[in-house]
């Protein structure tokens, strides 16, 4: 893994809308700070959130907050992980979410780096996993399964990886950068910097 100081920007691939990652790489853990703003719906809203990782990108804990297009408080959620599968949310423990390593927060791309970076598959290679969902604007955290495949191995440029919402019969191939972090989302997200 590369350290250091990672800024990306991707666009909705229709609705209008951004997303600032900035991203801080290092030996014993990531430090990801996102700023959203969206419009869906004909509903205009701002995301923040602040995620962090082991030093095997496992999630250890999310804050992410949703307000509205006047900056007023629609949601929050403080998630907490130990690593090796139990959850607290809100400081409530959730034994629903039991055996999910990671999250996939619905309206950005960066989160399915976490289990490309953390599941390290050869080419070919594929692993069906639970993860912790987290639509929004609607924060209800819920498991579900996912699939990712390895259609051809992360290396210093790049690679390319397939996935799957088991969960939803949805099937995207992702082109990542040599840190793992998603190019495109096919139909949903496209990173306008850096290209």
């Known amino acids: 893994m590369s350290d250091g100081l990672r800024n990306v920007y991707w666009q909705p691939w229709e609705d209008p809308g951004i997303e600032h990652l900035n991203l801080r790489l290092g030996g014993d853990g990531v430090r990801a700070l996102g700023l959203i703003l969206r419009m869906r719906d004909a509903a205009h809203f701002r995301c923040r959130y ?13 804050t992410f907050a949703v307000a509205d297009a006047e900056d007023n408080a629609v949601a929050r959620t403080c998630i907490e992980a130990d690593g090796a599968g139990h959850w607290r949310v809100n400081d409530a423990v959730r034994p629903d ?4 390593l990671d999250v996939d927060i619905q309206i950005t791309p960066f989160t399915n780096t976490l289990p490309i970076r953390r599941l390290g598959l050869d080419a070919g290679a594929s692993a069906e ?7 929004v604007p609607e924060l209800d955290l819920r498991p579900v399964e996912q699939r990712y495949t390895c259609l ?44």
Not at 50 to 62: I, S, V
Not at 97 to 100: A, S
């Open 97 to 100: 979410l039991d055996g999910c």
């Open 152 to 195: 051809a191995p992360r290396d210093a440029v790049g690679g390319r990886y397939r996935y799957e919402g088991l969960f939803r019969d949805f099937t995207a191939e992702l082109p990542v950068d040599g840190d793992g972090i998603v190019m495109d989302y096919p139909e949903t997200f496209r990173r306008v910097w850096p290209t």
């Open 50 to 62: 602040t995620l962090e990782t082991d030093g095997d990108w496992r999630l250890r804990r999310l």
């Open 129 to 135: 996993i639970r993860v912790a969902y987290l639509p």
